[in-house]
């Protein structure tokens, strides 16, 4: 009996360190649950954003305009879709893999 209630406050401090991850993996994850986020493929910066939250989507469809190395680089919708959050905003400089625009 002894040996359970020890083992019980070594498990609480392992488990401690163990949620200090997971806020930073929820954090980019602001969309919606069942929703995709699309992400900047290079850094640059974001020329246009071509879409609001709420508007529906096609796939193919130019979501925002991003500018790296002098070059316009149009980032499109994967799939169909309703805009559920935009990320990023006109001007603001993206690193790869930012999210810029989640699709519901």
Known sequence: PA???????????AAAPAPAPAPKAAA???APAGSETVKAPMPGTILNV???????????????????????NEIVAPRDGQVAAIQTSKGAS????DPLVSLG
């Open 3 to 13: 040996a359970a209630p020890a083992a019980v406050p070594a498990a609480a401090p």
């Open 28 to 30: 980019p994850a602001a």
């Open 50 to 72: 071509n879409v609001a939250v709420g508007d529906s989507v096609k796939k193919g469809q130019i979501l925002c305009v991003l500018e790296a190395m002098k070059m316009e």
């Open 94 to 97: 993206v690193n790869a893999g």
